[in-house]
C-alpha cells in the first residue's frame, strides 16, 4: 500500500488534510511514545479528544 508518508512524517502531517470538525475520539496511548505526539496533533485540530489516562490524572489530582 502506497502513500505520502515516510518514516520522517508526524501525526501532524498525517491529520493535515483530515477535517476533523465535530469529531470525537478517545487516544488511549497519550501517555507515552507515539500516542503523545497523536494528542499532541488532534488537541491542535477541531477533534474533541479524550485521553483516560489524563482523565485519571485530572481525578487523582482534584480527589480530596
Known amino acids: 500500500m502506497a502513500t505520502p508518508f515516510t518514516a520522517s512524517s508526524t501525526a501532524v502531517d498525517v491529520?493535515?488534510?483530515v477535517n476533523l470538525t465535530d469529531r470525537a475520539m478517545t487516544d488511549?496511548?497519550?501517555s507515552s511514545g507515539t500516542g503523545v505526539e497523536t494528542a499532541r496533533?488532534?488537541?491542535a485540530s477541531e477533534v474533541t479528544s479524550?485521553?483516560?489516562s489524563?482523565?485519571?490524572q485530572r481525578s487523582l489530582r482534584d480527589s480530596p
Do not use: Q
Request: charged share 15%.
Open 41 to 43: 496533533a488532534l488537541a
Open 15 to 17: 491529520i493535515a488534510d
Open 28 to 30: 488511549t496511548g497519550a
Open 54 to 56: 489524563a482523565i485519571r
Open 50 to 52: 479524550l485521553s483516560p
